[in-house]
Every structure is written in structure tokens, then in C-alpha cells.
């Protein structure tokens, strides 16, 4: 309940407050840079040579890639939603739950890796399959991850093999020890 309170505090609470802060800062930097941004990854806690952190995976994109940039980036999902409804085979309600959940996690992507490329890749990998929407039998999907299938079962291989119960699932990963 202090949590849930302390989020509509916007006068009295620390983080809100520093939270202000930033995301004006963040906009002067975007009227500077307004059409091409500053650079793709030039923000955040992983690089040495960050400006910031902006505490929002939106900011982060017009800071970084510009109007542009962001309208390229937000194209992709704007598209795989407009391809479910054009679909005739809208059958499946869990198609509609599966792209709602995947434009969730690309936020949860962004924020925890702060590479833009790698969620780019991702939206785009998203709009090459939910494009066969109009295939007669099994979707084929390739699911690329950051985590090693033979590793700790997380999230990502949870998704997998959900798909995988309606599709044709390829897992792609890159082997992170040894």
C-alpha cells in the first residue's frame, strides 16, 4: 500500500521527484536532437560512456534514435496488430493474448538489457512471424533468447514451449559460460 501510495506522490516522494528530474533533462535532450537522436545506446547504466539513465524505455528511444527512429521502432508492432485484425484466422484468441504480452515484454527487454538493437531485432523478428497469420497449419516461429536453454529455466523458455504447443517453435540462443 506504501508502494501504490508513493507512486502518485509527485511533490513529497524522493524517487518521483529525481524521476522529474531526469525525464526533463531527457527532453532537452530530445528538442536538440529531435530527428535522428543522439546515438543508439548512448543511454543507460551498462555503458561507460552513457549520458543517463531515463527511466523510461520511451524516452530512451527519442533520446537515442529520434522521431525517426521511434516511428521505424513502433512501426513493427503498430503492423503485427493491424495483421491480426486483417487475419481471417482470428480463431485463436490467444494469438491477441500472445501479442499483448510480447509488447509488455519488449519494454521489460529494453529496460533490463538497455540495448535498443537487441529489442529492434526482436520487433522485427516479431513482425516476421506474426505476418504467416494467414497460413493454413502450424505457424513456424523462430524464438531467439538471451538464455541459454540448458541453463537455469527462466521466462523465456516458459514462453517457449507454450508456443510451442500451437507452433512450430526453433529456440535461439547463444551459450553465455564457457
Not at 536538440?32 to 543507460?44: E, H, L, P, Q, V
Not at 503485427?80 to 485484425?85: D, M, S
Amino acid at each position: 500500500i506504501v508502494r501504490i501510495r508513493s507512486i502518485f506522490n509527485w511533490t513529497g516522494d524522493a524517487g518521483n521527484l529525481g524521476r522529474l528530474k531526469i525525464w526533463e533533462e531527457s527532453l532537452n535532450i530530445i528538442k536538440d536532437n529531435f530527428i535522428f537522436g543522439i546515438g543508439a545506446s548512448k543511454t543507460g547504466s551498462w555503458g561507460s560512456a552513457s549520458l543517463m539513465v531515463t527511466e523510461s524505455d520511451y524516452l530512451k528511444k527519442l533520446i537515442e534514435i529520434g522521431i525517426v527512429g521511434t516511428i521505424i521502432y513502433y512501426s513493427i508492432p503498430i503492423y503485427v496488430i493491424y495483421k491480426f485484425f486483417k487475419s481471417e484466422n482470428k480463431d485463436s484468441s490467444n494469438t491477441l493474448i500472445s501479442i499483448i504480452i510480447l509488447i509488455l515484454v519488449d519494454s521489460v527487454i529494453l529496460q533490463v538489457t538497455e540495448e535498443i538493437m537487441i529489442a529492434f531485432f526482436y520487433w522485427l523478428s516479431l513482425g516476421f512471424l506474426f505476418s504467416n497469420l494467414q497460413r493454413k497449419g502450424k505457424m513456424n516461429i523462430l524464438y531467439y533468447s538471451n538464455v541459454d536453454w540448458y541453463w537455469i529455466k527462466q521466462r523465456p523458455h516458459f514462453i517457449a514451449e507454450g508456443l510451442a504447443r500451437t507452433y512450430n517453435v526453433k529456440f535461439v540462443y547463444q551459450h553465455r559460460y564457457n
